[in-house]
């Protein structure tokens, strides 16, 4: 019998790491990854080395688990900088997760930590529901080639899911929203300077792009929702090919400059006034890729994850704003 219940593939990174420690009270969990885990995690977690471009290391790594969970990326901006090592990890290591997965047949099948990039962030109109499709040529020029992996993932992981018996599936995640963030997000970045008494700078020519967002609380009891239907044989095949894919997002966008607001605001409140962040627009003589506030039209559509996953109430990114700059705040003074 398998020894693991829930394989983390790319488990040392922010969103795998926290799903292994938030998913270890209700399963059996070994991390995968190039990195070793977060130090305040290597008493809590059975970690293995595992290169996801290697497939008979793969093979041999997550031979003895129930479920797999990929989790691991090449991010921006270093993407941008070591393209073949993006296409390495973020395309060729699904595809040799996927594949070894369809193989084994004690394993039952796969999550993928899938991205709301694959709407793209201009000319939004309407609903974003399963069907808005792919929209590569909508982001601007920094995230395209991230873009490109993250679908060329979620098409490989549906591709495998129409052909085989076995469950794979996607989380079409906003941009996740904790306390341990990586460090060049807007969010953090922003709330950083914040703290230092630093103005807060958005760029003039994207201040105004609407970004999808989620918090890490949500996503970790959405995945905990899916891993449990998947080994309780919860979930039926479909010749659908959108089936198992779910949006993940607080419905409603939050454009750069709103999310400053937000942060600046959330300081002020944490403080008791005593930090009150300047908002300073930094004009890079970039020409504006986005419309103005309030003109973008969109919103997620979170029904079936909230009928399938039981996410019947997602966090807002101001109450989640809220409570990291509170514990930074409580951080910062000790």
Not at 110 to 115: D, M, V
Not at 206 to 219: A, G
Request: glycine residues 8%.
């Amino acid at each position: 019998m398998p020894s693991y219940d829930i394989g983390i593939v790319g488990g040392s990174g922010f969103i795998g790491s926290s799903l292994a420690l938030r998913l270890s009270d209700s399963f059996k969990i070994k991390v995968l990854d190039k990195r070793l885990v977060p130090n305040d995690m290597r008493n809590e977690i059975d970690f293995q080395h595992c290169d996801v471009r290697d497939y008979n290391e793969v093979k041999d790594k997550i031979k003895d688990v129930d479920l797999i969970i990929y989790a691991a990326i090449v991010q921006i901006p270093l993407i941008n900088e070591e393209k073949r090592q993006g296409y390495e990890v973020n395309v060729l290591g699904i595809q040799n997760v996927c594949e070894v997965v369809r193989k084994n047949e004690l394993i039952r099948g796969l999550i993928l930590t899938s991205s709301a990039h694959v709407f793209g962030d201009m000319g939004f109109q309407g609903v974003a529901g399963d069907e808005f499709g792919y929209r590569i040529d909508t982001v601007e020029d920094r995230a395209k080639y991230y873009t490109l992996t993250k679908i060329a993932q979620e098409t490989i992981v549906r591709i495998h899911d129409e052909m085989s018996e076995k469950i794979y599936g996607a989380m079409r995640m906003g941009t996740v929203l904790g306390e341990k963030m990586p460090e060049k997000t807007a969010a953090n970045i922003f709330i950083t300077k914040g703290l230092k008494g630093e103005p807060i700078t958005p760029y003039r020519h994207s201040m105004y792009r609407p970004m999808f967002y989620v918090d890490i609380n949500d996503v970790c009891e959405a995945f905990r929702s899916f891993a449990c239907k998947i080994l309780n044989d919860e979930v039926e095949k479909s010749g659908d090919g959108l089936a198992h894919v779910f949006n993940l997002a607080y419905p409603r966008p939050v454009t750069i400059l709103e999310l400053a607001k937000i942060v600046r605001d959330a300081m002020v409140r944490q403080t008791g006034g005593e930090i009150r962040p300047e908002i300073e627009i930094v004009d890079k003589d970039l020409p504006s890729l986005y419309k103005v506030e309030g003109e973008e039209d969109i919103t997620a559509d979170m029904e079936k994850a909230k009928h399938f996953l039981g996410l019947e109430r997602m966090t807002s990114p101001k109450e989640s704003i809220e409570r990291i700059v509170k514990r930074a705040v409580l951080k910062s003074s000790r």
